[in-house]
C-alpha cells in the first residue's frame, strides 16, 4: 500500500466500480420489479432504489472501511488524515457526474426527450428514491452523487477509529451467543 496518486485514484475508481455493479444489479432485477409492480412501477423502482441504496451504501462503506483499516497500519508510513475518504468518494464520484453531464450535451429529437430522461434516472438508480423525494428535476439527479463521497468518508472515518457497525449493534455477538447455546443441547 502506497500514497502515490496514481493509488489513490484507484481507490477512488474503486468506488465508481461498486457504484456500476450497484447499477448492473439494479438493470437486471428492474425487469422483476416491472412484472411484479404492474399498477405502480414508480412505488415499484421507488422501493427498489432503497434496496439498491442499501447494498451501495454497504458495498462503499465496508470498501472504504477495510482502505483505512490498512492504510493507518505503521509499517505502510502513510500516516492519512481520518477525512482522506471523502477524497476518494470526490474521485469515485466524478466519472458518473461526468456520464451525467451527457444529458446536457446529448440533443435529442422531442420524441426522445422521455427516454434520454429516464437514461438519466437510471444512471442514478441507487439514489433515484432521495432524488425523486428532493425534486423531479433534472438538477437533483445530480445533486445526489454528493452522497457517494459522504458514504465513502464515513466509511474510512469508521475504519480509521476502528469503529464497526456490526460490533456496535452487537448482531455478530448475539449469533455466536446462539452458536454456543444450540451447541450445548
Known amino acids: 500500500m502506497d500514497n502515490k496518486v496514481s493509488s489513490q485514484i484507484k481507490r477512488g475508481l474503486k468506488i465508481t466500480g461498486d457504484y456500476f455493479i450497484s447499477l448492473v444489479i439494479f438493470a437486471i432485477f428492474s425487469s422483476l420489479v ?3 409492480a404492474k399498477n405502480n412501477i414508480e412505488k415499484g423502482i421507488f422501493i427498489f432504489s432503497i ?6 451504501f ?7 472501511s477495510d482502505v483505512a483499516f490498512r492504510e493507518k497500519r ?19 464520484a466524478l466519472p458518473v457526474f461526468i456520464l451525467q453531464l451527457l444529458y446536457y ?9 422521455i427516454a434520454k430522461r ?11 428514491w432521495l432524488a425523486s423525494l428532493i425534486s423531479k428535476e433534472v438538477w437533483s439527479y445530480h445533486l445526489v452523487l454528493l452522497l457517494i463521497p459522504v458514504i465513502a468518508g464515513l466509511g474510512y472515518m469508521a475504519g480509521y477509529h476502528d469503529f464497526y457497525i456490526m460490533r456496535r449493534l452487537k448482531i455478530f455477538k448475539n449469533l455466536t451467543k446462539r452458536n454456543k447455546n444450540t451447541e450445548k443441547k
Open 118 to 128: 429516464r437514461a438519466l434516472q437510471f444512471l442514478t438508480g441507487p439514489f433515484y
Open 74 to 92: 505503521p509499517q505502510y508510513k502513510i500516516n492519512p488524515p481520518p477525512y482522506k475518504g471523502f477524497l476518494y468518494g470526490l474521485i469515485g
Open 34 to 36: 416491472f412484472t411484479l
Open 58 to 64: 454497504s458495498m462503499i462503506y465496508s470498501g472504504m
Open 105 to 113: 450535451i446529448v440533443r435529442v429529437d422531442e420524441l426522445y426527450l
Open 51 to 56: 434496496i439498491m441504496f442499501i447494498v451501495l
